[in-house]
């Protein structure tokens, strides 16, 4: 590993330590790097705001992207603390980095109560089979919103 690297992976898990010692939340601290530089950063704030999504990736992420003016990491790398959880993945994959590069394993994460386990094996089952219910409603306007964005000449697209 280059020091280059070593150094970022270093400040992702000094965030989480720094998380874990000042009690704002879990044990997970992440960074986004673009062109050598730190743009964004974050740590588990679950409990402190009350937000089961404040995970440090998307801290980091949001961060980031407020950084840019911009809703994609195009060109940048994250570093975190830990693999990234199936809800951190998806964010990732819609921000678009270069690269994610993790500490801890999912596995050290269970280890010390944080399994995501069920998650992944619930996503895997057919939506009548979940644990949550899952369920289509389709009043007759129901398509509205995709025919409005089909022929809208103001959207973005992303």
């Given at each position: 590993m280059s020091n280059e690297l070593e150094k970022r992976m270093r400040e992702s898990i000094r965030l989480a330590v720094e998380n874990v010692q000042s009690g704002q939340g879990g044990p997970f601290g992440a960074i986004v790097v673009k062109d050598g530089q730190i743009i964004g950063r974050g740590s588990n704030q679950v409990t402190t705001l009350n937000d089961p999504t404040a995970h440090a990736e998307?801290?980091?992420i949001r961060d980031a992207c407020r950084h840019l003016n911009?809703?994609?990491l195009t060109g940048c790398e994250i570093?975190?603390?830990c693999e990234p959880c199936p809800m951190?993945?998806?964010a990732i994959y819609w921000a678009r980095p270069d690269a994610v590069y993790y500490a801890c394993s999912k596995e050290d994460a269970a280890a010390v109560g944080f399994d995501d386990q069920f998650i992944y094996e619930q996503i895997a089952l057919p939506m009548e089979r979940r644990s949550i219910v899952m369920k289509q409603l389709k009043?007759?306007?129901y398509k509205?919103?995709?025919e409005q964005w089909a022929?809208?000449?103001i959207?973005?697209?992303y």
């Open positions: 998307v801290q980091a911009h809703f994609q570093y975190t603390s951190c993945i998806g009043p007759d306007e509205l919103p995709f022929v809208s000449e959207k973005k697209e």
